[in-house]
């Protein structure tokens, strides 16, 4: 036991040093520098063109910088890997295959010897845990976006991956959907041992308070982290205790006019840009 | 946790309740597909009615063709008692040419969507195959039955390339644009999980292509009936085609008639077959 905690406090996290991307002529991403601790759960929030969903997609390898340096667990990261499960926005199950296959198609990556039964009871425990169990057999087709949503997330953590990247997960979603599946994030999370170092992309500052240990907050054109909020509330996080907690309402203030003066600044700089901003910026408040 | 789950299935009752296997229909796509299974099974009157007209009008010029002694329309009536006699001859006739039509065509299916699959995935494949592709593939195979038929050493072998050519390219390409057009979300998950290009050429690029290719086997399917019976009006001493050739040279226009129809037939068969492997396969198509 001693040892596994010994280990879980050694693992080294993700780290981004001065990254660019540009996509063509136009530059997406400016002098990144980030570190996520092991363990850590990190927010990235910002108005759309922040370049967000960008550097997710540069840390699950689906997208190599411009220039800089990207590492996982100390590795560069020059691809893809199991290592990084990733959960997307819009459901990206295979519609041809049944939600437990789906599932399955990740237990056998992280334990590819298995055999067929054991896989799919591996999935079926899988998305028990995300309150799926009944739904194993169906086909995405047949799911609502939010059970959808939650198989996803199923697949994601039956890769037993170290890091879990998950690109505003819930931005689909109605409200009920959203609060429902933050909660269970929150419990798969918290229950896991030892917790995965999850990076979660979002545009809603009040999601990013409820989930995260710490908030990135990233300004457009072009994408860069313009701030770096620690979220100190203890956890488990109750969401209406949260929510009217003084010192909660105090930062979420303080993150909202940081998107706003960003958004100003580029006003100045460059009215027609700022106007598009502005109205965006008025959507995160 | 319990709460969360309760209401995530209470707000579903109406899709889960319905108890569902693999193998079942699912309640939300029969309504879907309610009206096209009517017309499919027949309860429009509408074509019935068509044929009706279409029968009547064919019957009473036969007649009266015939009675200026003309015999070039044979009325219904004589044409399916040639049928009825002929069946033995063109149900051998079928075999003969499905034992040309179903190893070219075969072939043609699993090089077409193996290439293809592979075209549309690997740079440097596509860049070796499509430029061949554009000039090859509009070539009408039809000219190449003579020569086919001069170069190979049996008939037979000659019409199953002729077959085999006329189904290879639409499948090809089709597959091809399939491969090419998977969508972005479904690479990404291949790669995030891991997938070598194999896996994810069997389980996501061949699957999500499977509507194109289903599209190609149709076009596919089309062109080799009629390269098939063309052939066969060129050389073939059994079959489909060579029964209506054979009935024309004899001024036999009953039972010439009577293999049109049957040929049309089976053709539609086979189409129909085809139409519902696809509509089996892409169930999950919304």
Same mark, same amino acid.
């Given at each position: 036991?001693?040892k596994?905690?010994a280990h879980v406090?050694?693992?080294?996290?993700?780290r981004?040093?001065?990254?660019d991307?540009?996509y063509?002529?136009s530059?997406i991403l400016r002098?990144?520098d980030?570190a996520?601790?092991a363990?850590e759960?990190l927010?990235l929030?910002?108005?759309?063109?922040?370049?967000?969903?960008?550097?997710?997609?540069?840390?699950?390898?689906?997208?190599?910088?411009?220039s800089g340096?990207l590492?996982a667990?100390?590795?560069p990261?020059?691809?893809?890997?199991?290592?990084r499960?990733v959960?997307?926005q819009h459901y990206?199950?295979?519609?041809w295959?049944?939600?437990?296959d789906n599932?399955a198609?990740?237990?056998?990556k992280?334990h590819?010897?298995?055999?067929r039964?054991?896989r799919?009871?591996?999935a079926?425990?899988?998305?028990?845990?995300?309150?799926?169990?009944e739904?194993?057999?169906?086909?995405?087709?047949e799911?609502?976006?939010?059970?959808?949503?939650?198989?996803?997330?199923a697949?994601?953590?039956a890769?037993e991956s170290?890091?879990?990247l998950m690109?505003?997960?819930?931005?689909a979603?109605?409200?009920?959907n @959203?609060?429902?599946?933050?909660?269970?994030l929150?419990?798969?999370?918290?229950?896991?041992?030892?917790?995965?170092t999850?990076?979660f992309v979002?545009?809603?500052?009040d999601e990013a308070?409820?989930?995260?240990?710490?908030v990135?907050?990233?300004?457009?054109?072009?994408? @860069?982290?313009? @701030?770096d909020?620690?979220v100190?509330?203890?956890?488990p996080?109750?969401?209406?205790?949260?929510?009217?907690?003084?010192?909660f309402?105090r930062?979420?203030?303080?993150?909202?006019?940081?998107?706003?003066?960003?958004?100003?600044t580029r006003?100045d700089?460059?009215?027609?840009?700022?106007?598009?901003?502005?109205?965006?910026?008025? @959507?995160?408040? | 946790?319990?709460?969360?789950?309760?209401?995530a299935?209470?707000?579903?009752?109406?899709?889960?309740?319905?108890?569902?296997?693999r193998?079942?229909?699912?309640?939300?796509?029969s309504?879907?597909?309610?009206p096209?299974?009517?017309?499919?099974?027949?309860f429009?009157?509408?074509p019935?009615?068509?044929a009706?007209?279409?029968?009547?009008?064919?019957?009473l010029a036969?007649?009266?063709l015939?009675?200026?002694?003309?015999?070039?329309?044979p009325?219904?009536?004589?044409v399916f008692a040639?049928?009825?006699?002929s069946?033995?001859?063109?149900?051998?006739?079928t075999?003969?040419?499905?034992?040309?039509?179903?190893?070219?065509?075969?072939?043609?299916?699993?090089l077409?969507v193996?290439?293809?699959?592979?075209?549309?995935?690997?740079?440097?494949l596509?860049?070796a195959?499509?430029?061949?592709?554009?000039v090859a593939?509009?070539?009408?195979?039809?000219?190449f039955?003579?020569?086919a038929?001069a170069?190979?050493p049996?008939f037979?072998?000659?019409?199953?390339?002729v077959?085999f050519?006329?189904?290879?390219?639409?499948i090809?390409?089709?597959?091809?644009?399939?491969?090419a057009a998977?969508?972005?979300?479904h690479r990404?998950?291949?790669?995030v999980l891991?997938?070598?290009h194999?896996?994810?050429?069997?389980?996501?690029?061949?699957?999500?292509?499977?509507?194109?290719?289903?599209?190609?086997?149709g076009v596919?399917?089309?062109?080799s009936?009629?390269?098939l019976?063309?052939?066969?009006?060129f050389g073939a001493?059994?079959?489909?085609?060579?029964?209506v050739q054979y009935?024309?040279?004899y001024a036999?226009y009953?039972?010439m008639?009577?293999g049109i129809?049957y040929?049309?037939?089976?053709?539609?068969?086979?189409m129909?077959?085809?139409?519902?492997?696809?509509?089996r396969a892409?169930?999950?198509?919304?």
């Amino acid at each position: 036991m001693s040892k596994i905690i010994a280990h879980v406090e050694h693992r080294e996290g993700l780290r981004i040093e001065s990254l660019d991307f540009a996509y063509g002529e136009s530059l997406i991403l400016r002098g990144i520098d980030l570190a996520v601790q092991a363990g850590e759960f990190l927010a990235l929030l910002g108005p759309s063109g922040s370049g967000k969903s960008t550097l997710l997609r540069l840390l699950a390898g689906l997208e190599r910088p411009t220039s800089g340096r990207l590492t996982a667990a100390g590795d560069p990261i020059d691809g893809p890997g199991t290592e990084r499960a990733v959960v997307f926005q819009h459901y990206a199950l295979f519609p041809w295959m049944t939600v437990a296959d789906n599932v399955a198609e990740a237990v056998h990556k992280a334990h590819p010897g298995l055999a067929r039964s054991e896989r799919r009871a591996r999935a079926r425990a899988h998305l028990e845990r995300v309150g799926l169990g009944e739904a194993a057999g169906r086909y995405p087709f047949e799911l609502s976006g939010g059970m959808q949503q939650r198989a996803a997330i199923a697949r994601a953590l039956a890769l037993e991956s170290p890091f879990l990247l998950m690109d505003e997960p819930f931005g689909a979603l109605d409200p009920v959907n @959203r609060a429902k599946l933050q909660d269970l994030l929150l419990a798969v999370w918290q229950g896991s041992s030892p917790r995965p170092t999850l990076v979660f992309v979002t545009h809603g500052i009040d999601e990013a308070l409820l989930l995260a240990d710490r908030v990135a907050v990233m300004g457009a054109n072009p994408g @860069r982290i313009i @701030r770096d909020y620690p979220v100190p509330f203890a956890r488990p996080r109750e969401r209406v205790a949260l929510y009217q907690d003084p010192g909660f309402q105090r930062l979420r203030e303080e993150i909202a006019e940081t998107l706003d003066a960003d958004t100003l600044t580029r006003l100045d700089a460059n009215p027609e840009a700022g106007f598009h901003a502005a109205n965006q910026g008025a @959507r995160y408040v | 946790m319990p709460p969360t789950k309760e209401l995530a299935m209470s707000s579903q009752t109406n899709v889960l309740s319905v108890p569902l296997d693999r193998g079942a229909v699912p309640a939300t796509r029969s309504v879907v597909r309610q009206p096209r299974r009517r017309r499919l099974s027949g309860f429009a009157w509408e074509p019935w009615a068509l044929a009706a007209i279409l029968l009547t009008a064919w019957q009473l010029a036969g007649q009266a063709l015939a009675g200026e002694g003309n015999p070039l329309l044979p009325p219904p009536l004589v044409v399916f008692a040639a049928l009825r006699d002929s069946l033995p001859e063109l149900w051998r006739g079928t075999i003969s040419s499905f034992l040309i039509l179903l190893p070219g065509y075969g072939t043609a299916l699993v090089l077409g969507v193996t290439l293809g699959l592979l075209a549309g995935t690997t740079p440097w494949l596509g860049r070796a195959f499509f430029p061949v592709a554009k000039v090859a593939a509009p070539i009408p195979p039809t000219v190449f039955i003579p020569y086919a038929i001069a170069v190979l050493p049996t008939f037979h072998l000659s019409a199953t390339f002729v077959v085999f050519l006329g189904a290879f390219w639409p499948i090809f390409l089709n597959a091809a644009a399939g491969a090419a057009a998977v969508e972005g979300r479904h690479r990404d998950n291949a790669r995030v999980l891991g997938f070598s290009h194999f896996e994810s050429l069997r389980k996501v690029v061949f699957p999500a292509s499977l509507p194109h290719i289903f599209c190609g086997m149709g076009v596919g399917l089309g062109f080799s009936f009629i390269l098939l019976t063309v052939a066969e009006l060129f050389g073939a001493n059994a079959g489909l085609g060579r029964f209506v050739q054979y009935y024309a040279d004899y001024a036999d226009y009953p039972r010439m008639v009577a293999g049109i129809l049957y040929t049309g037939a089976v053709t539609w068969g086979a189409m129909t077959l085809l139409e519902q492997a696809r509509h089996r396969a892409l169930f999950w198509q919304r």
